[in-house]
C-alpha cells in the first residue's frame, strides 16, 4: 500500500505583515468615491502597487491612467498613495477636475517637511530609490535644484554640495532601516551640521514589518515575501530575511510559488508587504497545506492599531 502521508512543514507567519495604514485608506478612498461618485472614477497611478488590489478596483469601477492626460473632463480622479508632485493637482484644478488626494498622510508630512526646509534656506539630500513615484512626488514639492537624490554609501561619500554648511535630510518611507542608517552615517559624519528630522522618515509600517521578519528569518529555511517587485517596502523584507542570513523569495500570489523551492525545506517563514492583502497570504498557506502537513504559528513582534482619517467629503459617505 503506497502511502498518502503528506510532508510536514512549519510555517512561520510574520506580524506584522501586509495592509498598513496608508494603504488601507487609500484603497477606501477608491471604493467610496465609486459609492459616491458612481462608475468610473479614474485612478493616476496603481493606487498602491499590488496587481490583486488594482484588479479588485478595476471589476468595481475605477480606471487606471498614467497622467491626468488620460483623464476625461468631468470624471473624478483620485491620486495614488505614494504622493504627487505639486503640478498635478494644479492641473487637475486648471481643468476643474474633482479629485481626491489619497497620497498617505506620513509621505504628505515629508512633503511639508521638504517645503519647509526649502523655505528655511537648506538644501535637501533625499535618500531614496531613484524613480519611485513617492520620490518623484516629493521632488515635486519643491524647487528643481533645490534636492538632491542619495542612494546609496557610496552617493553619500562622494557628494560635493555648494553649500555643506546648508544642508538637510529626508528619506523615503520604504527604505531598508539597515541601510538607512548606514548612508545616514556617512552625511552626519561629513557634514556635522546637517540638518535631520526628528527621526529619520522610513513609516512605522516599513519599520515594524522589516523587525518582524528578522524575528523569523533565522529560525526558518527560506522567507517568502508576498508583494509586487515594484514595491520597495516588499523589496526591503527580501533583503533583511537574506541578510539574517536565509533564501527569500519575492511572490505576488500562490501562482507565482514554484514548489521545486519547498525540497527540503522543514520550516518556512511568511510575510507581506504593506500592500499586500492578507487573501494572498492566506492563498499561499492554502495552496502549500495541498502538499504539506502544515503546522502554523504567527510569530508577532508588535502590534499596529494605527489608522488615518478620510477626506471629510468621503467620511460622510462612509
Ligand atoms: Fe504610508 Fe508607510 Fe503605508 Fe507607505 S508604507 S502607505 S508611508 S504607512
Redesign the pocket.
Known amino acids: 500500500m503506497t502511502s498518502t502521508a503528506k510532508p510536514a512543514i512549519d510555517l512561520l507567519i510574520a506580524a506584522p505583515r501586509g ?5 488601507d ?2 484603497i477606501r478612498i477608491v471604493e467610496l468615491a465609486i459609492e459616491k461618485y458612481g462608475a468610473p472614477v479614474y485612478v493616476r497611478h496603481e493606487i ?1 502597487h499590488n496587481r490583486f488590489v488594482v484588479d479588485t478596483l478595476k471589476a468595481q469601477g475605477a480606471v487606471f491612467v498614467d497622467e491626468l492626460d488620460e483623464v476625461p473632463d468631468g470624471v473624478p480622479v483620485v491620486f495614488s ?2 504622493g504627487v508632485p505639486k503640478v498635478v493637482p494644479a492641473k487637475a484644478q486648471e481643468r476643474g477636475l474633482s479629485y481626491l488626494d489619497a497620497t ?4 504628505s508630512k515629508v512633503h511639508r517637511q521638504a517645503e519647509r526646509l526649502v523655505a528655511a534656506g537648506r538644501h535637501i539630500l533625499f535618500v531614496g530609490h531613484e524613480g519611485h513615484p ?1 520620490v518623484i512626488g516629493t521632488f515635486g514639492q519643491v524647487p528643481e535644484g533645490s534636492i538632491t537624490l542619495i542612494e546609496t554609501v557610496e552617493d553619500a561619500e562622494a557628494l560635493t554640495p555648494a553649500d555643506a554648511e546648508n544642508l538637510a535630510f529626508l528619506t523615503q ?2 527604505l531598508s532601516v539597515d541601510d538607512t542608517a548606514a548612508v545616514l552615517e556617512v552625511l552626519t559624519r561629513r557634514f556635522p551640521g546637517i540638518v535631520a528630522p526628528k527621526a529619520d522618515d522610513i ?4 519599520s515594524n514589518r522589516q523587525a518582524a521578519v528578522k524575528a523569523i528569518a533565522s529560525s526558518v529555511d527560506l522567507v517568502l515575501v508576498i508583494g509586487a517587485p515594484n514595491s520597495s ?1 516588499s523589496l526591503r523584507l527580501v533583503e533583511v530575511a537574506k541578510r539574517e542570513g536565509t533564501n527569500s523569495r519575492l511572490i505576488q500570489r500562490a501562482a507565482d510559488l514554484d514548489f521545486a523551492w519547498l525540497d527540503g525545506v522543514r520550516s518556512l517563514g511568511i510575510t507581506a508587504g ?2 499586500a492583502p492578507e487573501v494572498l497570504v492566506r492563498e499561499v498557506v492554502e495552496a502549500i497545506a495541498a502538499r504539506f502537513d502544515v503546522t502554523e504559528r504567527e510569530v508577532e513582534t508588535t502590534r499596529e492599531d ?1 489608522a ?1 482619517k478620510l477626506p471629510r467629503g468621503l467620511e460622510e459617505a462612509a
Open positions: 495592509f498598513c495604514a496608508g494603504v485608506r487609500a498602491v498613495a505614494h498617505c498622510p506620513l509621505v513617492e518611507t520604504t513609516c512605522y509600517a516599513t517596502n504593506a500592500s494605527i488615518f
